[in-house]
């Protein structure tokens, strides 16, 4: 029998696959069973409405997506009333994604979001902090650090903080936030990027900008989570471009404890599924007892830790 | 043991019936019908043939290097046949479709005996309301797709039909056989012809509400012809339905791409054209 649970800053996980923010509903229900997900992770909410971004809100690429969604959200009195609901009609562990303007915003959302429905709170930082000219707070260290504290503060649920890739100092970033009291990290949201059409000269996106994911971005954050994982003593939940089994094993080889998948259900809602069947049978093939012996057993000599960076 | 109890234990409880799957079909034609539309037969399995007329299929098309697609692409279910038990026919579904990008032409790469993945079937479908006798489909383009299975619900349901099909020329008037073989009068109009005008379209429709023949109205494909038909139905006090496209990404209702905005309970609403859609009530889209 392989062990496939996994421990996550305060959780239990059956398995250590679950659905990335934003790329998942309850409505995949229509397809799949729920129940055999690890955790299930809702879209980012807000405090108040917000209608998201113009369309076209996604593009794709050769071997990716953007998309500027822009995060609409009925408010988060209707997401405690009528979303929550939704989740919990399923067992694994509920982790409520929240996003806000300003760090006071996140006081109030956390606060708000941290009933017993809720097993952990997904702080997304990697959303723009309007005190700071739009820049998100995970892409410096300093912002990072005061708004976890703040969050900190307001909530005992576990809180997970969600970097962004769009940061030249992730080591900086991830210790920041452990230091603030998150109790895990989920590296990382999209990678700020842009489509134009040569043919109009119009941008692709709506919103002129958006986020790249999928499989193009997957290098960069395997990278991350790399550096991450040496920064911290907390769980790294890897997430970006996860496509198939082997993805996940070469994001926990880099040191996550678990994984998000998000563009890949758009192409195969039962990717997830046919991920945590898969993973189960290579570890029994492997004689692994437990995914977790997976957990940053990449093979780094000593002599090539911190080799200066000229790529 | 008492045998209630005991049949009770032996009842084997039905695996979850998921409303949705992503059905592996057997390509069984793949032709063009005219220099435009392409006509795409596939076997499928039972969940695909669930579909109703008005939902859609999401479909996996497979690029190429140098010509690569990597969402799915929405399509209409243009026909649907039941497997058939007594000869062992498995049952087939049809897309009738525009090349127009890298994934629908790597739909028109697909060959007879290779596997296709159509998830689906997905979002809301047409409905009919028992009260009504006559409808009108006014469809343009490649909208004749969606509301062809339409036809072939109301004849089920004894509705008559007349159906406007415009497009840009004659020879790419579609279905038109489809139309006919269900009983539908169809009246053709075309841009070439200079009959496809809204002028020409609206003295249509009116004359068939003047013959007391338009319970209901139904569109797809054109936004001109929306207009068209929500100033008809606000006047007249007639309903209808419409088939709305917008891009999609899962295509389920989780990434709120797809959204359009549509008046509904006396509100403007940003709405899941994949979900709460396709088809919505005439009045309701804010159309541009
Ligand atoms: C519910 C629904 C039903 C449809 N039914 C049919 C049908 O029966 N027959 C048919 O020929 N076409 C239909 N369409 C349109 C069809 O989805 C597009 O023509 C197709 O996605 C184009 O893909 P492409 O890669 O060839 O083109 P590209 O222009 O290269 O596509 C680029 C991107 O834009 C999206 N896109 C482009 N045009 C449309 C469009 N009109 N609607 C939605 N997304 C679009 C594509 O999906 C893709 O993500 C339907 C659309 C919807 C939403
Ligand atoms: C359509 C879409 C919507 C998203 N919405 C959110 C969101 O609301 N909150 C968030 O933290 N991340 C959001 N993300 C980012 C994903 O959670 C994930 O970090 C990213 O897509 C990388 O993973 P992937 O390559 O597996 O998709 C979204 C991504 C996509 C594609
Ligand atoms: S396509 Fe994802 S919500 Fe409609």
């Known amino acids: 029998?392989?062990?496939?649970?996994?421990?996550?800053?305060?959780?239990?996980?059956?398995?250590?696959?679950?659905?990335?923010?934003?790329?998942?509903?309850?409505?995949?229900?229509?397809?799949?069973?729920?129940?055999?997900?690890?955790?299930?992770?809702?879209?980012?909410?807000t405090l108040g409405f917000r209608a998201g971004n113009p369309t076209p809100r996604v593009s794709e690429t050769a071997d990716g997506m953007l998309n500027s969604i822009g995060l609409p959200s009925q408010g988060i009195d209707a997401f405690i009333g009528e979303v929550i609901p939704k989740y919990r009609r399923f067992t694994p562990p509920l982790v409520a994604s929240v996003s806000a303007d300003t760090p006071d915003e996140?006081?109030?959302?956390?606060?708000?979001?941290?009933?017993?429905?809720?097993?952990?709170?997904?702080?997304?930082?990697?959303?723009?902090?309007?005190?700071?000219?739009?820049?998100?707070?995970?892409?410096?260290?300093?912002?990072?650090?005061?708004?976890?504290?703040?969050?900190?503060?307001?909530?005992?649920?576990?809180?997970?903080?969600?970097?962004?890739?769009?940061?030249?100092?992730?080591?900086?970033?991830?210790?920041?936030?452990?230091?603030?009291?998150?109790?895990?990290?989920?590296?990382?949201n999209t990678v700020l990027a842009m489509a134009i059409d040569t043919e109009t000269r119009r941008p692709r996106l709506g919103n002129v900008m958006g986020g790249l994911s999928g499989p193009a971005i997957k290098p960069i954050v395997v990278g991350m989570v790399y550096q991450s994982a040496k920064a911290v003593g907390i769980p790294v939940i890897g997430c970006g471009g996860i496509m198939g089994t082997d993805d996940v094993v070469e994001y926990m080889l880099a040191g996550a404890a678990a994984v998000q998948v998000g563009t890949k259900t758009f192409l195969n809602p039962t990717a997830m599924l046919t991920i945590i069947e898969e993973l189960e049978a290579l570890c029994a093939a492997k004689g692994i007892n437990s995914v977790s012996e997976f957990t940053g057993a990449v093979v780094v000599e000593p002599e090539e830790e911190g080799l200066p960076l000229f790529a | 043991m008492t045998a209630t109890a005991n049949s009770d234990s032996m009842a084997a409880t039905p695996p979850a019936p998921f409303a949705a799957a992503e059905n592996v079909c057997t390509v069984v034609s793949n032709h063009p019908v005219n220099a435009r539309y392409n006509h795409l037969v596939l076997a499928a399995p039972p969940t695909a043939l669930t579909a109703r007329p008005g939902q859609f299929f999401h479909l996996l098309c497979e690029g190429v290097p140098g010509d690569p697609a990597f969402l799915r692409r929405p399509m209409s279910v243009y026909r649907l046949r039941p497997a058939d038990g007594a000869d062992g026919a498995s049952g087939i579904v049809e897309f009738l479709y525009k090349v127009v990008g890298a994934g629908t032409r790597a739909m028109a790469r697909l060959e007879p005996g290779g596997s296709f993945n159509i998830l689906g079937p997905l979002g809301q479908g047409f409905h009919l309301d028992p009260g009504w006798r006559h409808v009108v489909i006014v469809a343009r383009g490649v909208g004749l797709a969606t509301l062809a299975p339409l036809a072939d619900m109301c004849r089920r349901a004894g509705v008559g039909i007349g159906a406007i099909l415009s497009a840009q020329s004659p020879e790419l008037i579609m279905a038109e056989d489809v139309m006919e073989a269900v009983g539908a009068e169809v009246v053709r109009v075309t841009d070439t012809e200079g009959t496809s005008t809204v002028a020409n379209v609206e003295r249509l429709v009116r004359g068939r509400i003047a013959e007391g023949r338009a319970d209901a109205l139904f569109t797809c494909g054109s936004n001109r012809l929306l207009m068209l038909l929500q100033k008809i139905a606000r006047q007249e006090g007639i309903p209808g339905q419409v088939a709305l496209e917008q891009q999609m990404a899962c295509g389920l209702g989780m990434c709120v791409c797809c959204v359009r905005q549509v008046r509904r309970g006396g509100q403007t609403l940003d709405l899941r054209v994949c979900r709460e859609g396709p088809v919505f009530e005439l009045e309701e889209p804010v159309s541009w």
């Open chain 1, 1 to 45: 029998m392989v062990d496939l649970s996994v421990q996550l800053g305060g959780l239990t996980l059956a398995n250590p696959i679950m659905p990335a923010s934003g790329t998942f509903s309850p409505d995949i229900a229509d397809v799949i069973d729920p129940n055999r997900l690890g955790a299930l992770v809702t879209k980012s909410t």
């Open chain 1, 106 to 188: 996140f006081v109030t959302i956390c606060e708000k979001v941290s009933i017993p429905a809720v097993d952990a709170i997904e702080v997304n930082i990697s959303c723009p902090n309007l005190e700071e000219g739009g820049r998100a707070y995970a892409m410096r260290a300093e912002s990072t650090l005061s708004v976890m504290r703040r969050v900190r503060a307001c909530s005992d649920k576990p809180l997970w903080a969600k970097l962004t890739p769009n940061t030249g100092e992730i080591a900086n970033v991830a210790r920041a936030a452990e230091e603030g009291g998150a109790d895990a990290l989920v590296v990382a």
